[in-house]
């Protein structure tokens, strides 16, 4: 799968030009975008719902939940918060160094985050299925690792795209830029549609992870799993295509 995002030889694509026209929802890396918010919204349906109220995609709610299982408010754990956020920080680390292992060379970036990511959540998809999960034993956190970790390699390669609003994790700037800039507040309403858009494939994610968990846990994480491998197939080529041909 390597070999649709160049070789390791090949020459810089203009990145900018490709963060530049994803400013439009029908740009290949803004619905690519948008798809990885929707896992995000089933990764983190299947971690507090399932796994005993923790987050393994959106870390600031989990530092929040931290705090309130240490001050032991609402009986919220600990353990599963810390777990989570130790194994998101490996993960992001491992993200990047991809990241400056890849300079200048988008679609290997993208292609080998999103195999890191497919990898973890394909693993944790067959552990669910493998073994009985309940909130706190080892299963849940062999889970909270696998998912953590992979949400960590997406937030390091997507921070370092930096499309504005497209984050795939969390939404407070996006909500934030969709208020503000409204023709409400005087702005312009300039990406409203892509913030709106990231707002809604979040929510409908969390939603059908919902949905799915009253099936099996390996349901939301094998749907997940396949959008991202979905993701990779579809955006890795276009994205050579346009690095290509706005040089």
């Given amino acids: 799968m390597n070999s649709m995002a160049g070789s390791p030889s090949a020459p810089s694509f203009n990145e900018a030009a490709i963060k530049r026209g994803a400013a439009s929802v029908r740009h290949p890396l803004t619905r690519a975008l948008l798809v990885l918010t929707f ?5 983190d349906a299947v971690s507090y719902l399932a796994l005993g109220r923790v987050f393994t995609a959106n870390m600031t709610g989990n530092v929040v939940l931290l705090g309130f299982g240490i001050a032991g408010s609402g009986g919220l754990p600990v353990v599963a918060p810390i777990v989570s956020l130790a194994a998101f920080l490996i993960g992001a680390g491992a993200g990047g160094a991809l990241v400056r292992r890849m300079t200048g060379r988008h679609p290997v970036l993208v292609a080998r985050a999103l195999a890191i990511e497919v990898s973890l959540l394909v693993i944790a998809a067959v552990v669910a299925a493998a073994t009985t999960v309940h909130p706190g034993n080892a299963s849940a956190y062999a889970l909270i690792v696998l998912m953590a970790s992979a949400m960590g390699v997406r937030n390091a390669t997507v921070r370092h795209i930096a499309v504005p609003d497209l984050t795939t994790t969390v939404l407070t700037m996006t909500l934030t830029g969709f208020a503000a800039d409204s023709r409400l507040a005087g702005g312009s309403g ?18 059908a992870g919902a949905l799915l968990l009253k099936a099996s846990v390996f349901a939301a994480l094998g749907l997940a799993a396949v959008l991202a491998i979905a993701t990779w197939l579809v955006y890795v080529p276009a994205a050579v295509r346009l690095g290509s041909n706005s040089e």
Avoid: D, F, H, K
Wanted: aromatic content about 0%; cysteine-free; proline content about 0%.
């Fill in 39 to 43: 896992t995000t919204g089933l990764v």
């Fill in 190 to 207: 300039n990406g409203s549609i892509r913030r709106l858009s990231a707002v809604l494939a979040m929510l409908v994610g969390a939603i």
